[in-house]
């Protein structure tokens, strides 16, 4: 959804590399050599201790 602003375009960054995209979030995830979807919820959890 440009994941950030909830549009339901995960891959668009209209035009803003600030905003994050499925491909910055897949990108975190095979670094950590996790999921997309763990490293969601990884994000998520992390959040709340913020």
């Given amino acids: 959804m440009c994941m950030s602003c ?4 995960p891959h ?3 035009g803003d590399a600030a905003h994050i ?5 897949k990108k975190a995830a095979d670094a950590a ?3 997309p979807e ?3 919820r ?3 959890e992390s959040l709340k201790n913020v």
């Fill in 6 to 9: 909830g549009c339901g375009e």
């Fill in 12 to 14: 668009a960054d209209h």
């Fill in 21 to 25: 995209t499925f491909q910055t979030l």
């Fill in 33 to 35: 050599e996790i999921s």
């Fill in 38 to 40: 763990e490293a969601a």
């Fill in 42 to 44: 990884n994000i998520v």
